[in-house]
């Protein structure tokens, strides 16, 4: 970094020479109004609010796009400045109706607090006030053109978050609106990131905002859908989440997906709110003491007919550790079972316990690499299987990075990846040994040992033409990445769902010969904790112990299942070629139990279904694709009967006579952490 010297309002300050002023400002404390601006974004200079007076220069200028330099001179605060800023505000007020006391962004309105700042209690401009049409049909999203103020932001933080922008500018001049790229109803990601940034109340979320910002309380949370660990803020009134809103301090940098933004759990969205027992083909609500009891007969009848070996569990990756831990236990304890399984092998069918058994891809490389790299490579595409990964490639590329993107699915991608490989998930194996022929061919590998020896079974024409993949497409993706500096490779559901264990050393191999850094996509937010818990000392063998458990599933030998946070029988449609095995498996069982939150189709099939909180209403730890462990706290209180699951595992193993005594998450974390059971990372 070169530093620049420079004065601001007489008081001498050193910079970054590659920031702007309004940047070097902020850094060194000093407080320049702005409205169009945001830090996330390139500078707009959309709204003039920013100017300041350099010396030797005759009209002010905006901070936002000024770059600093060696020996400038500059003045922040001045009567003029202040009068100029004063009038801009007053200008942008003729096209925004004074309508605060009814529009939901009072109180966080940045129009409203430099109206405050800069004393505006009248309007001396007029002018004939347009009608504008409202949208509320853009699909999760609702624009307002009446409160809109033309900053442009959201245009642009669509174009650097989806790596196009589906937002422009209609008409001109006075009669300016924003408007969709194509003239049609919105049809985007519906990140949300437009909503975000909106300084104003223009655009906000069409699911409706009952509150103000002043009534709501922020809780920090982690999102449960996909593995990145995206942090977020929930919006609370009155026991209730409004919203979802930017956390700007986790890996995702405020960025969020569609799902983390706006398919957050709801009350009144079939919840399960009492035990129940399945009774002549139905399911009736019970207490909890006759649930655990009908469990407790059930289980002994099996361990006498069938014994310890036929009674099993499936955790999830979508629940924090501290459940799947107590799981885990009562399997141990209250079962004397060895068998328990993530829910996600149990429907796919793919073992990421394997996954540890190959350091490399076991190591943990932070998300931040992905920022960093000059070349990405992704065996998935990143938009649908991890979006805010794609919109970390997506600033990558924007400072210079090639993404190479090799998937069996959808290859759209924005902006268009340096090279763009599709083939079919049942030749992914083709590929990765066709590249690992070129790299042989093109001398930068001697020979080719194990897991890669396989290569030399065909050259690379004909392995390419064995993935249906061009030959220079599959040549240059190699080469490219093995001449990259800094190479990530992301290893999506193509790879280790495809081919498992086979296809990730293979993988693995060739990412030695790149250098490069591997980042697995795990599929829910806790399959990486999940699978380091089961890595620790309770299971040294946990990919052995997860085949045997799938196998015996399969196979019929397992007549108890014990089912948390997941719903195989809603993904058998989708499980990986494997739905017939799975539907029948889970149909021959004397006994299916079910701790949900929700009724679903594999809860409505059940013997034993117990409530469960929300992912608002509980607290916990995930541990993210890269090996990040963090803490969530509870958003909200669940409904009255209803416990966490831990609690509930807790009672069952208390009234089948075992002697736990966890009086919170935070004690089941200090257990397991303390046996050894989590990988030893920083918990934030």
């Known amino acids: 970094m070169t530093e620049v010297n420079l004065t601001i309002n007489g008081r001498s300050v050193k910079a970054d020479s ?105 309007q001396p401009y007029k002018t004939e006030y347009p009608v504008r049409v409202k949208h509320s049909d853009w699909g999760f999203i609702r624009y307002n053109p009446n409160l809109c103020i033309m900053c ?50 223009a655009l906000s979320s069409n699911l409706g905002l009952a509150g103000r910002s002043w009534e709501m309380t ?20 009155k026991n209730k989440v409004m919203r979802i809103t930017d956390d700007e301090s986790g890996v995702n940098g405020g960025s969020l997906c569609l799902k983390g933004r706006f398919h957050f759990p709801r009350a009144d969205q079939n919840r399960i709110l009492s035990p129940m027992v399945r009774k002549n083909g139905r399911l009736v609500n019970v207490s909890y003491e006759e649930a655990f009891s009908e469990i407790a007969g059930v289980w002994k009848t099996i361990r006498e007919k069938h014994g310890d070996s036929a009674i099993a569990a499936a955790g999830s990756g979508s629940m924090p550790l501290e459940d799947n831990f107590a799981l885990r236990r009562l399997m141990r ?23 540890k058994q190959i350091p490399s891809a076991n190591s943990v490389t932070r998300l931040e690499a992905v920022l960093d790299a000059d070349t990405v490579l992704s065996f998935s595409n990143p938009s649908h299987e991890s979006p805010v990964t794609g919109n970390l490639i997506r600033r990558a590329v924007i400072k210079g ?34 590249m690992a022929r070129f790299l042989l061919d093109a001398g930068i590998i001697k020979s080719l040992t194990m897991p890669l020896s396989a290569a030399q079974e065909k050259n690379g024409p004909a392995w390419a033409e064995a993935a249906g993949v061009p030959e220079k497409l599959l040549k240059a993706a190699a080469l490219r ?17 495809g081919g498992g264990i086979e296809w990730m050393r293979i993988l693995a191999e060739l990412c030695e010969i790149w250098k490069a850094k591997i980042i697995v996509l795990y599929p829910q937010a806790n399959s ?71 009724m679903h189709e594999t809860a409505s099939k059940a ?16 541990t993210a694709m890269d090996g990040r462990v963090q803490k969530f706290s509870r958003a909200v209180e669940p409904p009255q009967n209803i416990m966490p699951a831990w609690l509930t595992l807790q009672k069952l193993a208390l009234s089948l006579g075992h002697a736990w005594n966890y009086k919170s998450a935070e004690s089941i974390f200090s257990d397991m952490t303390g046996a050894g059971n989590l990988r030893k990372e920083a918990v934030r």
């Not at 068998?339 to 092998?345: A, K, L, Q, V, W």
């Not at 090639?402 to 083709?430: C, V």
């Not at 500096?485 to 790879?495: A, F």
Request: aromatic share 4%; hydrophobic share 40%; proline share 4%.
């Open 18 to 122: 590659k920031k702007t002023l309004l940047e070097a400002a902020s850094d060194n404390g000093i407080k320049i109004p702005t409205m169009c601006y945001h830090k996330k974004l390139s500078p707009i200079g959309s709204c003039r609010m920013c100017v300041v007076e350099v010396e030797g220069v005759a009209s002010p200028m905006t901070a936002c796009e000024l770059p600093v330099r060696e020996g400038m001179s500059v003045q922040t605060e001045s009567e003029n400045l202040t009068r100029m800023r004063r009038m801009m505000v007053q200008l942008i007020l003729v096209n925004h109706p004074l309508d605060c006391v009814v529009c939901e962004r009072s109180g966080e309105c940045e129009l409203q607090n430099n109206a405050y700042k800069f004393g505006i209690t009248e």
């Open 152 to 201: 442009e932001r959201c245009i642009h933080v669509c174009s650097a978050e989806q790596g196009e922008s589906f937002l422009k500018i209609e008409n001109t001049g006075y009669t300016s609106v924003i408007g969709t790229l194509d003239g049609e109803k919105l049809d985007c990601a519906f990140c949300g990131s437009c909503i975000s940034v909106c300084p104003v109340g």
């Open 218 to 237: 922020k809780v920090k949370s982690v999102c449960s859908h996909c593995g990145v660990g995206c942090t977020f803020q929930a919006d609370v009134k």
């Open 333 to 355: 304890d209250a079962a004397s079972s060895a068998h328990f399984i993530d829910g996600y092998t149990l429907i796919a069918g793919a073992n990421l316990e394997e996954i």
């Open 401 to 434: 990075a090639s993404h190479i993107m090799i998937t069996s699915g959808e290859t759209t991608f924005k902006p268009d990846p340096y090279l763009t490989i599709g083939s079919p998930r049942a030749k992914m194996r083709s590929v990765l040994l066709g």
């Open 481 to 497: 990445t093995f001449g990259a500096k800094r190479p990530v490779v992301l290893v999506g559901r193509d790879i280790y769902e």
């Open 528 to 598: 990486r904790g999940l699978s380091d818990m089961l890595q620790g000392s309770m299971d040294s063998q946990a990919a052995a112990a997860a085949r045997a458990t799938l196998d015996s599933i399969d196979n019929g030998k397992i007549r108890s299942l014990l089912v948390m946070g997941s719903n195989p029988v809603g993904e058998i449609a989708s499980a990986n070629g494997r739905g017939g095995k799975l539907a029948a498996a889970l149909g021959a069982l004397e006994q299916l139990i079910v701790i949900d939150s929700v």
């Open 607 to 622: 013997h034993v279904v117990f409530p469960d909180t929300n992912a608002m209403e509980r607290s916990g730890t995930f």
